[in-house]
């Protein structure tokens, strides 16, 4: 097992109703107006909005709105939260909605409290120094964005999409009720099963030192998704299924996964942030893509790892048959597996894009545009 160092200082409060405690809870932080971040339409339908607003008047909370986000948030909207937040010298930004709508919520956080302009934050081309806090009610578990120090947003003139990694954009408090996840349609349930599986064996697929607690937690997390998901698909409103889903979730990219693992990092993402960037097709529907794929084309690289999933996770004995096994565990839920399913010819294009984010990520000498023409053939 490697040194590590563990820091994650976001608070979780989770179950039922939870979400009534959020005007007491700002209140209690002497938070007095916030920018309250939401989504197109989802929040509106299911009368979550205005409990919102009525817990923060009953609070005595001030408020501005900043609404629209869409999902693959992009920077265009999210400067004009940063100039709201500004001009109305918010002193925290509450978030509620899915994951979008936390990332964008989160990068405003930054912006707010900065001169410069927020995309070069994305460029890596300075060092996030402070952000505004950050509270949410998640009403869609997928990213991990609410126990994680990530964002990510699109610029949609240069078709770049990038992400932000610092301790300042770890929300404060996170409100997770799983039965707000009811609403949520099937089709995002099998987009948020494949996410949450990418983010739990991007390092376990990739890492030099495995240590085994970190795999056993990966496998418990991937089997629960798979359980909860077909349960989920068949009775969306099955409180358990929905609240083992919900933790799973967070707990697959909160940092806890990753502790004392050596080596690891995100291929998959890579290439799927290239293909939504291009496309603007749901994240996990770029992950259901491109991972079958990349565990070919990676399969002989790291075979102790290959093989015990394949046997943990679908009782295989044949490791090479893992990918396959992926493919149609994703179709069977209805995520889609090829290029060709959803229209996408351009393997050149998306190639060209797949390099700015490998070199900033280092990976640029590993992934080059030939190997990564080479993946997204398989994917065809
Ligand atoms: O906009 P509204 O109307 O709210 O509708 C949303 C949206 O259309 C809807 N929705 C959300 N909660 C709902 C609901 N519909 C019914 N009932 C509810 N309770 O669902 C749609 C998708 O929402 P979105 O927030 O876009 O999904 P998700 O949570 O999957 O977030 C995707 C974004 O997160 C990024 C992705 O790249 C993508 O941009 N990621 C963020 C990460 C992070 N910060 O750590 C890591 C991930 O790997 C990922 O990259
Ligand atoms: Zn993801």
Redesign the pocket.
């Known amino acids: 097992m490697e040194n590590f160092e563990f820091h994650n200082p976001t608070k979780i409060i989770f179950g039922k109703k939870t979400e009534e405690k959020i005007g007491e809870i700002l209140k209690n932080d002497g938070i007095k107006k916030v920018l309250f971040v ?6 509106k339908k ?1 009368g979550l909005f205005d409990k919102v607003i009525n817990l923060l008047n009953q609070n005595g909370i001030e408020y501005i709105l900043h609404g629209g ?5 992009v920077l265009s909207h999210t400067r004009e939260g940063i100039q709201k937040a500004k001009e109305n010298n918010v002193d925290a930004v509450l978030a509620v ?7 964008e919520a989160k990068a405003i956080a930054v912006g707010a409290k900065t001169d410069k302009d927020i995309w070069i934050y994305f460029e890596r081309g300075e060092e996030i120094k402070s952000a505004l806090p950050v509270y949410d009610i998640l ?2 578990a ?4 609410e126990m ?1 120090g ?3 947003i ?1 610029n949609e003139e240069t078709k770049e ?1 990038l ?1 932000i990694s610092s301790i300042y954009i770890y929300p404060k408090v996170s409100i997770l009720n799983p039965e ?2 009811y ?3 099937k089709e ?1 349930v099998a ?2 099963a494949v ?1 949450i599986t ?2 739990s064996v991007e390092w376990y697929f990739t890492c030099k030192v495995c240590p085994n607690i970190q795999n056993r937690l990966v496998e418990s997390i991937v089997k629960t998704i798979k359980e909860t998901t077909d349960i989920i698909l068949k009775e969306p409103t099955n409180y358990n299924a929905r609240a083992e889903f919900m933790w799973a979730s967070t707990l697959a ?1 909160n940092g806890i996964t990753r502790t004392g693992v050596g080596g690891g990092y995100f291929p998959n ?1 890579m290439i799927a ?1 290239s293909i ?1 960037a291009l496309y603007d097709l ?3 529907a770029c992950l259901s893509i491109v991972i079958p794929a990349w565990t070919k084309w990676y399969l002989e690289n790291n075979k102790p790892q290959f093989k015990r999933f394949a046997k943990e996770i679908f009782n295989l004995d044949d490791y090479t048959k893992l990918p396959q096994a992926i493919k149609e565990w994703f179709s069977s839920i209805g995520a889609p597996v090829s290029l060709s399913e959803v229209g996408i010819k351009d393997i050149d294009a998306i190639a060209d894009n797949v390099m700015i984010t490998a070199k900033l990520w280092n990976l640029d000498k590993i992934y080059t545009k030939e190997v990564i023409k080479e993946i997204l053939n398989l994917a065809r």
């Open positions: 939401y989504g197109k339409e989802s929040i299911t986000v869409k999902s693959n948030p909605g899915g994951g979008s709508v936390i990332d009403t869609l997928a990213t991990g964005t994680n990530y964002a990510v699109t999409k992400s707000l996840t609403t949520v349609p995002y987009y948020s996410d990418a983010h990219l993402h942030h939504g749901p994240h996990g």
